[in-house]
């Protein structure tokens, strides 16, 4: 996505907002659906926002009432931050308890990293794992856009298709605390019930518990 940087550098010009995501992965989906493709939207972490952010005119349903074919059938959120309209990452995160704090520092460029905290960001991103090994996965971090984490969401993505979610109930990034708000949010503002899967595991589970990972994508793909 626009945000997230290049595996050696920040991007070049001013860093992406989390609106230049969205049109990024509505663009890619909208290209699927005109293929009369069915799509189930995953979304890990930040990228919730964006994900739910980018489904204005591509569910399924939306797009079949305008005669075209395809389109989300499922948004399938991983641990992610996941608002109501005009909140944004930042006003999620501020919310979090203090030992989930970690206040990543920004560049010059308005680029946030993870150099000088790969000890505190890999305890808490990759807690269910070694810490040596949580460190070698946090140094190949990239460098994040810091304004697209300052981004209101302003478009209700969970009210337009069917919303299930995996609860990563050892998550110290976002704490199972916070990730139940966030599906009693959507199933308040939908007024349909969230499909949840809960795991043992914690904010990067596709690396700790990678076959759980692939379980819960075929289970979600199996009910659209």
Not at 89 to 106: H, T
Request: net charge negative; hydrophobic share 40%.
């Amino acid at each position: 996505m626009p945000a997230v940087g290049l595996k050696t550098r920040p991007r070049e010009g001013a860093p992406p907002s989390m609106y230049a995501d969205a049109a990024f992965i509505a663009a890619e989906v909208e290209t699927l659906a005109d293929e009369g493709k069915y799509v189930v939207l995953i979304a890990h972490s930040y990228g919730g926002l964006p994900a739910t952010e980018s489904t204005k005119g591509l569910g399924k349903e939306e797009r079949r009432r305008k005669g075209k074919k395809g389109g989300i059938v499922a948004l399938a959120y991983m641990t992610a931050i996941v608002p109501a309209v005009g909140v944004s990452a930042i006003g999620v995160l501020a919310g979090l308890p203090q030992e989930s704090q970690l206040g990543l520092p920004i560049d010059d460029k308005g680029w946030m990293y993870h150099d000088s905290l790969i000890s505190r960001s890999a305890a808490l991103s990759f807690s269910d794992l070694p810490q040596a090994e949580g460190e070698a996965w946090v140094k190949k971090f990239v460098r994040h856009s810091a304004v697209s984490f300052t981004n209101e969401l302003s478009h209700a993505g969970y009210k337009d298709v069917p919303v299930s979610w995996l609860l990563c109930e050892d998550d110290m990034c976002i704490p199972p605390k916070t990730q139940k708000e966030a599906i009693e949010m959507i199933e308040r503002e939908s007024g349909e019930k969230v499909d949840v899967t809960s795991i043992k595991a914690g904010h990067c589970p596709s690396i700790s518990k990678p076959q759980e990972v692939i379980h819960w994508f075929s289970d979600v793909a199996r009910k659209t």
